[in-house]
């Protein structure tokens, strides 16, 4: 009997709310028959807009939710108040396993109180990191903390680097990934505290491949698989990489307008230049997981449209199949637990 992965989806969530999260969850049951959707969110709204498309019935399932966390609210507050929420209602469904993910491009803030308030840490972890792939000439690499713990200790990043290196090698793929830590140089006497903080105990911890420091512009070239930091810096990262591709695209696109030459140019390397810009879509490789949780809470960016939701579906599928959750239970909760009794 096939295995179905159940995954919930805030309906509700995100500047593009409903239109684009509901044509994402019915691509994604188009496209794969192991899988089920729970579409949550206000019943009315959401089945008007499944109406327009044809699909599996029994893939895509609506869970009522009538109220909104919006992104100005204050999360604690949101989070507590707003239990009929589809944010609160989808974690829950989370925390009484009646779903394998949650998948939401809602309130950033909401998200991250959700998952350690409802769905909860897993014993042992410090604290859940958000984990987003970005592009790089390589391919991809996981970028840890992007936005979850801005003031983090050594030991959080210790652990960061060795669940962001289960994740890339258990769901993208990548044998023994390399680690590195964001710094302003490479030498290793460089750094604010933190970085020279944990910059030792990353370098004598055996469950990683640590390669040192990396400079932020050596990040778009692959010098690493994971990247790791805090939030803080992790957030100014993402965001100036973001921000850096929509424009270069708008530039080059610009230019290849601005002449009749030049728009002769671009119609003979159209299909090359698409291939290249599409290895540096991020909505391709899905949402940011928050990785240490007692379940998959997904974050997606507020501004993502269908395929993002889709490619964010079929990622919770990759996380479940791999049993990400209990390759970190074993492989850092209960080995951290081990060496700390020996030490006793």
Known sequence: MQDVTKIAVDAMGGDNAPGEIVKGAVDAVLGREDIKVFLVGQEDVVKEELEKYNYPKEQIEVIHAEEVIETAEPPVNAVRKKK???????????????????????????????????????????????????????????????????????????QFAKMGSLYMEHVVG???????????????????????????????????????????????HGEADVILCEAFVGNVILKLYE???????????????????????????????????????????????????????VKTHGSAK??????????????KEQDINGKIKKNIVN??????????
């Not at 728009?263 to 003979?268: D, E, F, P, T």
């Open 243 to 297: 921000g850096l591709s929509s424009t270069l695209i708008g530039v080059i696109k610009k230019g290849m307008m601005s002449t009749l030459r030049s728009k002769i140019g671009a119609a003979l390397a159209l299909p090359a230049l698409k291939g290249t810009l599409k290895t540096f879509d991020a909505t391709q490789y899905g949402g940011a997981p928050l990785l240490g949780l007692n379940g998959l809470v």
């Open 335 to 344: 080995k951290e637990s081990d060496e700390n009794r020996k030490e006793l």
């Open 174 to 220: 990548i044998k023994n990934p390399r680690v590195a830590i964001v710094n302003i140089g490479a030498e290793e006497e460089k750094g604010n505290a933190l970085v020279k903080e944990t910059f030792p105990l990353l370098k004598e911890c055996e469950d990683i491949n640590f390669v040192g420091s990396i400079e932020a512009r050596e990040i778009p």
């Open 306 to 319: 269908a395929k993002e939701i889709t490619n964010s579906i079929y990622q919770c599928v990759t996380f």
């Open 84 to 158: 009929q929420s589809s944010i609160v209602i989808g974690m829950n469904l989370v925390k009484q396993k009646e779903v394998d993910a949650f998948v939401s491009a809602g309130s950033s803030g909401a998200i991250l109180v959700g998952g350690q308030v409802i769905v909860g840490r897993i014993k042992g972890i410090e604290r859940p990191p958000l984990a987003p792939l970005i592009p790089t000439e390589k391919g991809v690499s996981l970028l840890i903390d992007c936005g979850a713990n801005v003031d983090a200790r050594a030991s959080h990043l210790v």
